[in-house]
C-alpha cells in the first residue's frame, strides 16, 4: 500500500476498552513494514475474577491507577525518550466508556503537551489491521473478528474501508465461551478454560449447529448456550469428565460453525471482489487463540484456496501494539483526529451494514 509519507514513523498507542491497561511503541517504516518496540499489558484479571466478568467501574479506576506507569514503561522497554514520539493513538471505542475515557483523554493531553497528531482508533479497526504489522499482509482480505465482545465477518478494502458481511444477531463467540465456562462452574475468562477441559473430553453430547447452512454469514450463539445449560442440568452432579465432555461438545458445535459461516462469507468475498482479488482470512480477537478453532479455520482456508494469517496469541487478545500500528497506518495516511475526537461506546466498522434481523446491541 503506497504511503504519503517517506520517514519512519513511531507512534505511542494507548488500549483501555476493556480489562487490559496497555501502552506500546510501534515503528512504522517508509516501506509499510512495522516492528514492536515496546508492549506493555496490564491485564486486570484477578480484579474481575470474582465477579465472573468485568464490572465497567473497577475497570475505569483501574486504568487510571495504571496506565502512567505503563506508558513510562513502554518508553524505557523501547530504549527512547518521549521526544521520539511521531503522534499518540488512543483506542477511543468501541469498548467501556469510562475506560475509553481514561485512555482517549491520556492520549490527548500527551499530543498536545508533545505537539504531535492525535489518531482515535477503532479497537477493532486496530485487531483488522494487526495482520499488517505482523505479516505485512496488504490489502484486501477477509477478517473473522472474535472476541469477548464482537463476532463479525467483513471484508478489508484498505484503512477505513470495511464491509461487513456478517455478525452476531445476540452473543459475542468469546461471550459464549465466558457464559459456558460460568455454567460449568469453570474460571474468568472462560475460553482458555473451556479450551483445556476440552482436550480431556470427547465431543459426545448433541448439541445444535445455529445458523449453519443460512445464505447470510450471520451467526447466532444463545441457543447453543441453552442447549449446553440443558445438556449440563441433565447429567448433575456433574463428574470431570461429565465437564470435559460437555466443554469438548460446546467447543466442536463452536468449530463446525464458524467454519460454516466462514466459509458463505469467503464465498461472498470472491463474488463481489472478482477471482483475482487476493484471498487471505485474517482470524483476530481473543477467541483466534484456541486451538481447535485455528485447526478448524485452516481447513476452511485450505478447502477454498485461501492463505490463513493469525496473529500470535498476545496481539490477539487486547494489547497496545495493535491500536498503535492502527495510529500509525492513519498517520502515514494523514488520517489524524482532533482533540474534540470523543470516545465512543458504539463504533461499528461499517455503519452502513443493512441490520441484521433479529440483531441486538452487538451487531
Ligand atoms: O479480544 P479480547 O482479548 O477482548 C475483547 O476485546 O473482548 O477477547 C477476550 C475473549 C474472552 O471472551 C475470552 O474468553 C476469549 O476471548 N478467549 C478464548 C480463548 N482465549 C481467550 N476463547 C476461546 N478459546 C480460547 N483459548
Ligand atoms: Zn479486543
Known sequence: ???????????????????????ALVRRDADGRGEILSNVVRTQIDLHAAYGGVVPEIAARAHIDLLDAAIRQA???????????????????????????????????MALGLTKPFMAVNHLEAHALSAGLTDGLGFPFLLLLVSGGHTQLLIVKDVGAFERLGTTLDDALGEAFDKAAKMLGLGYPGGPEVEAHAKHGSANIKLPRPMKGRPEPHFSLAGLKTALRHAAKAREPLSDQDVADLC??????????????????????TERLGPGAQRALVVAGGV?????????????ARENGFRLVVPP????TDN????????????????????SAPARARWPLDPDAPPALGAGVKA
Open 313 to 316: 496469541p498476545e496481539l490477539c
Open 75 to 109: 518508553i524505557a522497554d523501547a530504549n527512547l525518550d518521549f521526544g521520539a514520539v511521531d503522534g499518540v493513538a488512543a483506542a477511543a471505542g468501541p469498548g467501556l466508556i469510562g475506560g475509553l475515557i481514561v485512555g482517549v483523554t491520556t492520549a490527548k493531553s
Open 288 to 300: 483466534a487463540a484456541n486451538q481447535r478453532l485455528k485447526a478448524a479455520l485452516e481447513q476452511v
Open 248 to 269: 469438548a461438545s460446546f467447543q466442536e458445535a463452536v468449530a463446525d460453525v464458524v467454519s460454516d459461516r466462514t466459509a458463505r462469507a469467503m464465498e461472498i468475498y
Open 1 to 23: 500500500m503506497a504511503s504519503e509519507t517517506d520517514a519512519p514513523l513511531i507512534v505511542l498507542g494507548i488500549e483501555t476498552s476493556c480489562d487490559e491497561t496497555a501502552a
Open 320 to 339: 497496545a501494539a495493535i491500536i498503535a500500528w492502527a495510529g500509525a497506518e492513519r498517520l502515514a495516511r494523514r488520517l489524524t483526529d482532533d482533540l
